[in-house]
C-alpha cells in the first residue's frame, strides 16, 4: 500500500484566513491519511513475515541437502567397504556389515545387530543382497542354468538359452548381455512368471531384442528393469 493523501498544515505565519483553510483541510485528510497508513502498516508486516517462512524454508532445505550428503556419503562408504568384504565366519554382525558368502563368494549385507551362524548365501532373513551389485559371470556354451543376481555374459556364436533360479528372494535380480547379435537367445523362468506391460508369461521366453536385458524379482512376478 502506498501513502497517497497529502496535506499542508497551517504554520503560525500564516494569516488567520490561510491558517483556518489549511487547519479544515489537514482535519478533512487525516482520516484518509491514518487508513492508508495502517494498510501501509499491515503490509510491512505480512512481508516480514513472508520474509521469515522463507527464510525457515531455506534452513529446512539446507538441512535436507546437508542429511541427503551425509546419507550419500555413507552409502558411498558402505558400497567402498562391500567391494573388498572379508569372507563371512560364524559370529556377531551389526546391521549394516558387508561379508563375502564362503559359497557363492558374492557380498551380502548384514540387516540387523545379531548372532549369525548360517552362510548369507542360505539366511535370506539376515542378510540382504545389495541393490545392483550383479556377478559377472562369462557364459560361453549355448545352455547355462545361471544364479540369483548374476550378470551372464554369453559369448556363443549360436543361440544362447538359460534356465534362470526358481527359489528366490525379493530383490534377487538377473541380467544378461549376448555378444552373438542373434534374436532368438532365451531364458526359461520355470513355473515363475514375468509381468511386462500387463501381459503375463511364464515357462520360456524368446529375447527377440538386441541388446542386454535386466530383470528383478518382486517377490510374485520377475519384471524387467
Known amino acids: 500500500m502506498t501513502i497517497t493523501t497529502v496535506f499542508d498544515p497551517p504554520l503560525p505565519t ?5 491558517f483556518n483553510a489549511k ?8 482520516n484518509d ?16 513475515t513472508a520474509a521469515a517462512a522463507s527464510q525457515a524454508a531455506a534452513l ?32 556377531t554382525y551389526t546391521g549394516g556389515d ?4 564362503p559359497s557363492t563368494l558374492r ?20 542378510w540382504a543382497f545389495p541393490a545392483g551389485y550383479l556377478t559377472v559371470v562369462p557364459r560361453t556354451g549355448t545352455a547355462h542354468t545361471v544364479t540369483a543376481n548374476e550378470r551372464s555374459n554369453c559369448s556363443n556364436a549360436g543361440a544362447v538359452a538359460l534356465t534362470l533360479p526358481t527359489t528366490l ?5 538377473w ?34 531384442q538386441l541388446g542386454p536385458v535386466g530383470i528383478v524379482w518382486g517377490g510374485d512376478f520377475w519384471r524387467f528393469k
Open 14 to 18: 500564516d494569516s488567520a484566513a490561510t
Open 23 to 30: 487547519a479544515f483541510d489537514t482535519i478533512s485528510k487525516l
Open 33 to 48: 491519511w491514518s487508513d492508508e497508513a495502517n494498510s501501509t502498516a499491515g503490509d510491512v508486516n505480512d512481508d516480514a
Open 60 to 91: 529446512a532445505s539446507q538441512t535436507a541437502a546437508a542429511a541427503s550428503e551425509s546419507a550419500a556419503a555413507a552409502s558411498a562408504i558402505a558400497a567402498a567397504s562391500s567391494a573388498g568384504a572379508a569372507l563371512w565366519v560364524s559370529g
Open 98 to 101: 558387508a561379508a563375502r558368502s
Open 107 to 126: 557380498v551380502y549385507i548384514n540387516r540387523a545387530t545379531g548372532s549369525r551362524t548360517t552362510d548369507p548365501a542360505l539366511d535370506p532373513t539376515n
Open 169 to 173: 528372494a525379493v530383490g534377487d535380480e
Open 175 to 208: 541380467a544378461g548381455h549376448f555378444d552373438n547379435g542373434r534374436l532368438d537367445n532365451s531364458f526359461d523362468i520355470g513355473g515363475n512368471s514375468l509381468k511386462h506391460n500387463g501381459v503375463i508369461r511364464s515357462g520360456v521366453i524368446t529375447l527377440n
